[in-house]
């Protein structure tokens, strides 16, 4: 389960939400995530960031580009 930035454990249903988003075949940025999730961007950021570190997801460029979107890891092996 990942922590959140005040170091509390958010619930299994939004780390199940945000899997789902990512289930899309279309490339989603930061800003859109938190948007669907209704989730602020530094948070939305942090969560999907624990989802990379683990290898859930993937990011579609470098980390220092402005265009970097996040698919899971099973849409983007497709």
């Known amino acids: 389960m990942l ?4 170091g509390n454990h ?3 249903e939004t780390e199940e ?13 930061i800003r859109e995530i938190a948007g669907l999730m209704g989730k602020t961007v530094p948070s939305t950021r942090y969560h999907v960031s624990k989802q990379v570190d683990v ?3 993937v990011p579609t460029a470098s980390s220092t580009s ?3 979107k ?7 092996s497709l």
């Open 3 to 6: 922590a959140d930035d005040s």
């Open 55 to 57: 290898g859930l997801a």
């Open 10 to 12: 958010p619930t299994p």
């Open 70 to 76: 996040y698919l899971s890891k099973q849409e983007a």
């Open 17 to 29: 939400i945000l899997l789902s988003i990512l289930q899309t075949d279309k490339p989603l940025s």
């Open 66 to 68: 402005r265009n970097r």
